[in-house]
């Protein structure tokens, strides 16, 4: 059955098997396609074979909804009884006819880096910025994307947060249709020697306290809406770093989905690294962030592989809580530790002075330890 809506598109209430229902899903935000315009193609593809199609299997399935134009169910019914086959059987047809129609593309993948923990406080800014500066001390291109709305990031580099209304990687995120200016315009070289114009910073937007919300209204595949945004960038970089915010809202999860193995790129080229500190609460946050992760992945059948551990601001004179918790990490196994960052004045001193840590102190300890990170990433 239709139901009018607006005049301008029909919603469709039928069924689809489990199965074509979820690779419809994963793959529509794969290629940021909304549904209804995937199922939409599938439709018309469908009235357009005259060759029977293989008959599928639909016992079981389950309710499916979506949106076509006005008019397009009403001829797709009447091409079905035409052909003999029932609105389920041939709606399943369509589905698959465009998930082979569609398929995604391997590729060469940018190498991309979630970096990300629900607990503020554990300095996953200075690790982020830190690992970005040190691969492009080794040459590559990087993007570094201050994704956190409070953002720290651009203001310890010393750049200013893009104001409230202007364009954004918010406003392009959410497709608003006074965004005209291309998102690498919006990016800033860091104007050090020793990253030989290779690294840029995407600042902050003052809007992205509002993403959440703005995510929740909108229509397309909201999971995909970082991907989308970033995906002009990414030829232009070898590497982009994402500085999440420290929640696990809908912006979150698209960091996540954007961090994902994609279809053809090798394990291990894209994912997670998790800056921890070396104490309990940290730990309690690391398994909220990980039960995220697992509900995104069983909801989208993708794969988000964690990639290491970053124990960070380590003293070893905190005694038994911090030399058991930094056990209890490396003792994980899987992910790896990737390496251990003391609490020296190096960091805080760089911070305060708004340059790179690898600019002002290269061969301090803290230094060593963001490359320690590179190689543990190789």
């Not at 529509?28 to 469908?46: H, I, K, N, Y």
């Not at 076509?68 to 797709?76: K, M, N």
Request: hydrophobic share 40%; net charge negative.
């Amino acid at each position: 059955m239709s139901y009018p809506v607006g005049g301008e598109r029909e919603k469709l209430v039928s069924k689809l098997p489990a199965p074509l229902k979820q690779a419809l899903k994963v793959r529509a935000a794969q290629l940021a396609t909304d549904v209804q315009d995937a199922v939409t193609a599938g439709v018309m593809s469908w009235q357009a074979q005259n060759a029977p199609l293989p008959h599928i299997e639909t016992a079981g399935a389950e309710s499916f909804g979506t949106y076509l134009p006005e008019g397009l169910y009403d001829s797709f019914k009447a091409d079905c009884k035409h052909r003999g086959v029932s609105y389920i059987q041939g709606l399943a047809q369509a589905v698959a006819l465009w998930l082979v129609e569609h398929p995604t593309q391997a590729r060469e993948f940018v190498r991309r880096l979630v970096f990300c923990n629900q607990k503020g406080g554990v300095g996953k800014t200075a690790v982020s910025a830190g690992t970005a500066q040190a691969f492009a001390e080794l040459g590559l291109r990087v993007l570094l994307v201050d994704f956190d709305p409070q953002g720290h990031l651009s203001h310890q580099l010393g750049l200013k947060a893009i104001p409230a209304g202007q364009e954004s990687l918010v406003t392009h995120m959410l497709n608003r249709a006074d965004t005209k200016q291309p998102l690498i315009d919006l990016t800033v070289p860091i104007e050090e020697e020793r990253f030989g114009n290779r690294l840029r910073v995407l600042p902050a937007a003052f809007d992205a306290f509002l993403l959440d919300s703005g995510l929740t209204m909108f229509r397309g595949p909201r999971q995909a809406a970082l991907e989308r945004a970033l995906a002009p960038l990414e030829e232009h970089f070898d590497v982009i770093v994402i500085d999440s915010p420290p929640s696990l809202g809908l912006a979150m999860d698209t960091a996540l989905f954007y961090g994902r193995q994609r279809d053809g790129e090798k394990p291990g080229n894209s994912g997670l690294v998790v800056p921890v500190e070396a104490e309990d609460t940290s730990a309690q946050a690391y398994g909220m962030l990980i039960n995220q992760v697992s509900s995104l992945t069983q909801d989208f059948d993708i794969e988000v592989q964690q990639l290491g551990l970053v124990v960070n601001k380590y003293d070893s004179r905190r005694g038994y809580i911090a030399t058991s918790s930094l056990e209890k990490w490396k003792a994980l196994g899987t992910p790896p530790v990737l390496a251990v960052i003391p609490d020296v004045k190096e960091q805080r001193e760089a911070v305060r002075l708004q340059r790179p840590l690898l600019a002002y102190a290269p061969e301090g300890i803290q230094a060593h330890g963001m490359r320690e990170i590179v190689r543990g990433l190789a």
